[in-house]
């Protein structure tokens, strides 16, 4: 499966959002405030989706009863559309969309379709949460999902056809992971926001916990939700609580009984306060910050653009090559008094701390000469560097007249 861009289209937030600004809708919308745009191209999404690249994602197969789901009316069907091999089966699958009006979901999309991936990988870059992408696939005249809120922010494009959307007012403000979205009451809607009609190229953010209900009339509507996994301040002190049970004996030792009996006790609330102050003395909220989005980008996969190819080349590397970034790595350094790390999706690399500044010169300069990296290295040693850094995943070799887009 290929995915072709103009050379003037980069997937990322800037295009995703045109022609309303990005950073205006990081400071002001993200996790609060919904965005609407639409009056947008109808074919504004044709280099990232289209109708036809829904049977090309299906035919990748390896699905999983988890990942191909269909649903009328709130209600999974149940039913086993999946084949032995993992493909899915295409003469059930047409029947109960086309016959029995049900909605296709096709979760992990951004696994399967490389545009749909490279958007993904750079919105983790702006918003620092896992993204990932979803396929809803309505009849005409039908709604997949009752009226219900989400637990993840989430951007809507609609990508064939139109889509009918209501959405109210937070019906919970920044819902868990484990919140119940599919049972609040009429009278506790809160306010309309939108009654609205989708059409090709629109898009909708919806933060996590607005109410709304979708659903088609006379077309078939095909859109993409791309949602995000939220870093909660829940999650940092949960992390907190985490390791300061690891290193911490006073957090594992048992409340006393007389302690229960006079839980309002000065002594009990002191021991509960110095407790909490030790555990984020011990892991401060930025380090665990810090941490989750290291986790992150070594989680990301890595590019699928035929890496293995340059590795012949190794052993002929020296300072007269020219190296560059392998496109959506991202790299970034981390430095402490004892090591330097530099951190790039799918891995990372790391060195003394003597090698910050030739680490931080790579993670800056997306094409440069090996001869060129900084650090008072000597030619043996950008070499060596550069040499395991193309090994580990973030450098390839940049060949002349090459236009990487």
């Excluded at 095909?222 to 999650?235: A, E, K, N, P, Q």
């Excluded at 010169?361 to 650090?375: L, N």
Aim: a negative charge; proline letters at 5%.
């Amino acid at each position: 499966m290929t995915t072709t861009l103009s050379p003037q289209t980069t997937l990322n937030l800037d295009w995703l959002l045109q022609p309303f600004d990005a950073q205006t809708f990081i400071g002001e919308h993200w996790d609060q405030k919904l965005l609407h745009l639409q009056q947008r191209a109808g074919d504004f999404y044709q280099e990232l989706f289209s109708l036809a690249a829904v049977d090309e994602v299906l035919q990748t197969g390896g699905w999983t009863p988890d990942e191909l789901i269909v649903v009328k009316q709130g209600k999974h069907d149940g039913g086993d559309y999946l084949k032995a091999d993992g493909l899915p089966n295409m003469a059930k699958l047409f029947e109960a969309f086309y016959q029995q009006g049900k909605t296709l979901q096709l979760y992990g999309v951004e696994k399967r379709h490389p545009g749909v991936a490279a958007l993904c990988r750079q919105l983790e870059r702006c918003f620092h949460q896992h993204a990932h992408a979803t396929i809803f696939f309505t009849p005409p005249g039908c709604n997949g999902l009752n009226t219900h809120f989400d637990t993840k922010d989430a951007f809507i494009l609609q990508i064939s056809g139109r889509k009918h959307w209501l959405v109210y007012e937070h019906a919970m403000a920044w819902p868990s992971r484990v919140s119940d979205r599919f049972k609040v009451a009429p009278e506790n809607y809160g306010e309309l926001l939108v009654d609205a009609t989708l059409q090709p190229g629109d898009l909708m953010y919806v933060p996590r916990g607005m109410l709304h209900a979708p659903s088609t009339h006379d077309e078939l509507s095909l859109h993409l939700t791309i949602g995000f996994d939220s870093v909660t301040w829940f999650d940092v002190f949960q992390e907190a609580l985490e390791r300061a049970r690891a290193t911490m004996p006073e957090m594992r030792q048992a409340i006393r009984p007389d302690q229960f009996e006079n839980p309002q006790s000065d002594l009990l609330q002191e021991q509960a306060t110095r407790l909490a102050n030790q555990m984020l003395t011990g892991a401060a909220p930025s380090d665990i910050i810090q941490q989750f989005r290291r986790n992150l980008h070594e989680r990301t996969p890595a590019p699928a653009d035929g890496h293995f190819r340059w590795l012949e080349r190794l052993q002929h590397l020296d300072g007269h090559d020219r190296l560059r970034h392998r496109e959506g790595v991202h790299p970034w350094v981390t430095v402490d008094d004892q090591q330097s790390d530099i951190i790039f999706a799918g891995g990372s690399v790391r060195g003394p701390a003597s090698l910050a500044d030739a680490m931080n010169f790579i993670a800056t300069t997306p094409e440069f000469q090996v001869s060129a990296i900084g650090g008072g290295l000597s030619e043996n040693a950008k070499v060596l560097l550069a040499r395991r850094l193309i090994i580990s995943g973030l450098l390839t070799f940049s060949e002349p007249g090459t236009v990487h887009t």
